[in-house]
Structure formats: structure tokens, C-alpha cells
């Protein structure tokens, strides 16, 4: 791709090389929401840096890397973690072995593989998490910032979650399930373990139902990477 602008129907947002800087987030699109800039690679180094400024990959097969950055931000922090009844009840009875970062490979395609509840409330298939991504994500776990939780029934992976992690700041990516409940609890285990080591923010990205049920809520841009830029410079 070459230096430049992609037009784009409702304004212009940059297009990157690998050596590129990100834009300046005043420079995100509004629609669609948080569209910042197309291009560049899913190195491990380009990653980071893009997460060090609250922008994230999201592209469908056959499409550039896309990197966005949406206004308002849908946050939880981890000490306002909300348990249904009935989840509590679910944790109570133990019927999963919890682990932590013991398969991530494992974990990050058995997502990629699964449907999840989109903003509307509809079943999407989770196509972004190609196998390119996949590759990049490991790197990132390699490297000590991927990290996963995952549920096992009879030695069996039946659910889990990861993400990304810089000092104090965790930006939640994807869960799956085979079993009911199942990434939600490996989800409430991960929350604690995030708020015993000190992460004093998680971002969620996007509204939806089941992130919102766990009390997740959306925030503004500015006062979302006010929040981050503290945490990752911990």
C-alpha cells in the first residue's frame, strides 16, 4: 500500500506503511466509528505500539489490516466486576478446572473457530482471527503480553478468554465456549487475576450485551486514554 489517503465514503483516513507512525486519534473517523488508519503489518512491535495508544486490528479476510480506535470506549474496571445470580451459582458448584495461560494457541483458535454475541445481540462469526492474527497474538504470548484463561472439563478445553497485557492495562480480545457458562467463568477468574496484579483498567472495545452484563461500560475517548496512558507507563 502507498503513502497516502484511502477514500473512503464519508472522509479520508491514513494509510500506513510498516514504518509508519499511527495518526493522531483526533484523525479516527466517525464512521465508521474509530476508523483510524489501513495497512501496515501484525508485528509484534507495530501491535504494541498501536495498544500503547488505545488502537486495535479488526479486519475481515481479504481486506487490509484495518486499525481503529472508537469514541466512546466500552471499559470495565475490575473492581466493578457484576456476577449474575445464577453465575455465582455456576462458580459455586465448580464444574470447571480453571487454568491460566497454559494453551493459549489452543485457546486463541478454538475462538476463532466460535460465534460471539455482536453489538446488535446476533451470533457473528469470528472471522478477523485469522491465522495471521493467530501468528502475531502467539508472538505477543511468546513475549509475555497474550495471556489466557482458560476452562477444562475432563482434561477437555471447553471455554476461555484472552488478551493483551502492558503493565497495568489489559485490552480483552476474545472468549468461546463449548459447555454452558463456561468463558464466563474463565472470564471472572480472569478479572480477578487481573485485579490482583494490580491492572487498573480492562478495555472491551465495543458495547455489547454480555460484556455490559458484567458491568462494562462505555466511557469517552479522552478519558479513556487518560486512564491508559497512566497504566502503561506503571
Given amino acids: 500500500m502507498s503513502h497516502g489517503y484511502y477514500q473512503l465514503e464519508t472522509g479520508r483516513v491514513a494509510a500506513i506503511e510498516n514504518d509508519c507512525l499511527f495518526p493522531n486519534l483526533s484523525q479516527a473517523l466517525t464512521e465508521p466509528n474509530g476508523l483510524i488508519a489501513i495497512g501496515g503489518d501484525l508485528t509484534a512491535a507495530r501491535l ?9 486490528p479488526w479486519f475481515n479476510p481479504g481486506e487490509p ?3 481503529w480506535s472508537p469514541n466512546p470506549r466500552m471499559v470495565l474496571f475490575p473492581n466493578e466486576l457484576k456476577i449474575s445470580t445464577s453465575l455465582k451459582k455456576t462458580l459455586k458448584k465448580n464444574l470447571f478446572a ?13 475462538c476463532s473457530e466460535s460465534k460471539r454475541l455482536g453489538q446488535t445481540g446476533t451470533l457473528q462469526s469470528n472471522t478477523w ?42 485490552y480483552g480480545e476474545s472468549m468461546f465456549h463449548t459447555q454452558t457458562d463456561a468463558s464466563k467463568v474463565a472470564f471472572v ?16 472495545q465495543m458495547h455489547t450485551p454480555l460484556l455490559a452484563s458484567f458491568g462494562a461500560y462505555e466511557i469517552e475517548r479522552e478519558e479513556f486514554m487518560q486512564n491508559l496512558t497512566k497504566l502503561v507507563k506503571f
Avoid at 504494541?48 to 486495535?56: K, P, R, S, T
Fill in 98 to 110: 480453571v487454568r491460566f495461560n497454559t494453551v493459549f494457541a489452543d485457546v486463541i483458535k478454538a
Fill in 48 to 56: 504494541l505500539d498501536a495498544y500503547c495508544q488505545g488502537i486495535f
Fill in 189 to 204: 477468574h480472569l478479572v480477578n487475576h487481573l485485579q490482583n496484579q494490580g491492572v487498573g483498567m480492562i478495555d472491551c
Fill in 65 to 67: 489490516v484495518m486499525w
Fill in 129 to 170: 482471527i485469522s491465522p495471521e492474527m493467530i501468528n502475531s497474538y502467539c508472538d505477543l504470548h511468546q513475549l509475555g503480553h497474550a495471556i489466557c484463561m482458560e476452562s477444562w472439563v475432563d482434561n477437555q478445553l471447553v471455554g476461555g478468554c484472552y488478551g493483551v497485557i502492558i503493565n497495568k492495562m489489559f
